[in-house]
């Protein structure tokens, strides 16, 4: 099961950090990412954390605002935001699973996720 929280309303320009906590689950055997879905649009890949040697990859939108970390000893993991735009606005999904690289900015690569956490950007 997992959990993300940390959502909240944030003028652009801000910063939020959003946590996931797993439970049930192996989880520093699994990749995390982190993904998000607009209004009217389609979910899309945010950031992604390897279960191994912790290597990160981030969407291009987000590479040097967003930052992806974990901690197995806790089974949680993180996305740090900053300098957030309007644009940012969407629910963010945190999940986990053991993609193979072709499928790792997809959702179907991914096994287990939960109910995301809504971030609101404002002018």
């Known amino acids: 099961q997992l959990q993300a929280s940390g959502g909240g309303l944030m003028q652009a320009g801000g910063s939020l950090r959003l946590s996931c906590a797993a439970s049930?689950?192996?989880?520093?055997?699994?990749?995390v990412a982190w993904f998000r879905q607009a209004p009217g649009k389609e979910r899309e890949f945010v950031a992604s954390?390897?279960?191994?040697?912790?290597?990160?990859y981030y969407a291009d939108f987000v590479t040097g605002r967003f930052t992806i970390s974990r901690d197995n000893a806790k089974n949680t993991a993180s996305l740090e935001m900053n300098s957030l735009k309007i644009d940012d606005t969407a629910v963010y999904y945190c999940?986990?699973?053991?993609?193979?690289?072709?499928?790792?900015?997809?959702?179907?690569?991914?096994?287990?996720w939960g109910q995301g956490t809504l971030v609101t950007v404002s002018s």
């Open positions: 999940v986990v699973g053991k993609p193979i690289s072709s499928s790792l900015t997809m959702w179907r690569g991914y096994r287990h």
């Open positions: 954390i390897s279960w191994r040697v912790s290597t990160t």
């Open positions: 049930g689950l192996d989880f520093r055997a699994y990749t």
